[in-house]
């Protein structure tokens, strides 16, 4: 099993909130990510980063922002929710480039 | 066109039977595949890598079609477990971007008893 893990796992929240989706793996990966995933559909690339201090936006646009202070640690918050922001968020690391281990989600309901 | 497709199904296959499906792909620079399953309201996990002379992991085989620029997954003696969401995955890498990995919206597979 992968060690990698998110909290919260299910989050409702109201309009105008700011939230914090944390992420964390225990693998001494550098390569961290964020993707966004609605029912049914594919996953989107929101954001990644390749090490500390490093972080970049991906294919899909997002008015969410991440850091990554620490190797294991890539957190991701939305100053003020919306309700176009319900989705599932996924957060994912590799060690190289092909197989990255994901973490089970952030269910994001936003009312 | 979208970069990965995928017929999403559902396929509703009976239980011991042998379920096929492709994965076609539009970007010709791709250099890495792989299938991910994905369990309803779960997080993907890789299944496998695809090689170009095909592999196969036992009751899963993948292939890779270059000239027709597409991906196939076949399982065998199909098991209610296989029931899930399977995701064609793509990599293009051209040096930027996060590893240029692009995923399908997956096909919707259904075994039954």
């Known amino acids: 099993e992968a060690d990698i893990y998110q909290t919260p796992r299910y989050l409702v929240i109201g309009t105008g909130k700011k939230i914090t989706l944390e992420c964390s793996q225990t693998?001494?990966?550098?390569?961290m990510y964020w993707y966004q995933q609605d029912p049914g559909m594919e996953l989107h690339l929101i954001h990644y980063?390749?090490?500390?201090?490093?972080?970049e936006k991906g294919d899909l646009s997002s008015e969410s922002t991440v850091s990554r202070i620490r190797t294991e640690h890539f957190p991701l918050t939305l100053e003020s929710a919306r309700p176009s922001h319900t989705s599932q968020y996924l957060c994912?690391?590799?060690?190289?480039?092909?197989?990255?281990?994901f973490g089970p989600g952030t269910r994001l309901t936003v009312l | 066109r979208k970069e990965v497709e995928q017929d999403p199904g559902p396929f509703n296959v009976p239980e011991g039977a042998t379920v096929a499906f492709n994965c076609t792909y539009s970007n010709s620079a791709s250099q890495s595949f792989f299938w991910y399953r994905q369990d309803c309201r779960k997080e993907p996990k890789l299944l496998m890598s695809?090689?170009?002379s095909g592999n196969e992991d036992g009751r899963f085989t993948a292939q890779l079609n270059r000239a027709s620029q597409y991906i196939s997954l076949l399982i065998r003696d199909s098991k209610l477990s296989d029931s899930a969401t399977y995701l064609c995955v793509v990599r293009a890498y051209s040096g930027g971007g996060a590893d240029g990995l692009t995923f399908g919206k997956g096909t919707h597979l259904i075994i039954q008893p």
């Open positions: 693998m001494g990966h550098d390569k």
């Open positions: 994912a690391s590799s060690l190289w480039a092909d197989e990255q281990f």
């Open positions: 695809v090689y170009s």
């Open positions: 980063s390749y090490g500390v201090n490093s972080t």
